[in-house]
Nanobody, 121 residues
Framework: VQLQASGGGLVQAGGSLRLSCAAS????????MGWFRQAPGKEREFVAA????????YYADSVKGRFTISRDNAKNTVYLQMNSLKPEDTAVYYC???????????????WGQGTLVTVSS
């Protein structure tokens, strides 16, 4: 599976962005998907995950209520809708695919290249 993340950019605090992650291959629907982020000088951290069917979703406490993960298996794409953005959300965001939805990055086998989100105050 090859993953291509897009949709990052510069936004003011309080604004919204929607990230997309397009996957190649016919097995996308069999993978759980996750979003992670890495801020400058910090370790990569879990943001959100979704099961292969889309029936289960998981969020980091820091984004719960503001971010929504979803997927469209017909389009081989997973999304991260980010609302009420804060400067501390500034990071490179990565999508990942794995056998199960997890907060642990080592559960994921495939990673996209990352897309930069910058939130100005």
């Amino acid at each position: 599976v090859q993953l291509q993340a897009s949709g990052g950019g510069l936004v003011q605090a309080g604004g919204s962005l929607r990230l997309s992650c397009a996957a190649s291959g016919r097995t996308f629907s069999s993978y759980a998907m996750g979003w992670f982020r890495q801020a400058p000088g910090k370790e990569r951290e879990f943001v959100a995950a979704i099961s292969w069917s889309g029936g289960s979703t998981y969020y980091a406490d820091s984004v719960k209520g503001r971010f929504t993960i979803s997927r469209d298996n017909a389009k081989n794409t997973v999304y991260l809708q980010m609302n009420s953005l804060k400067p501390e959300d500034t990071a490179v965001y990565y999508c990942a695919a794995g056998p199960r939805s997890s907060w642990w990055e080592y559960e994921y086998d495939y990673w996209g290249q990352g897309t930069l989100v910058t939130v100005s105050s």
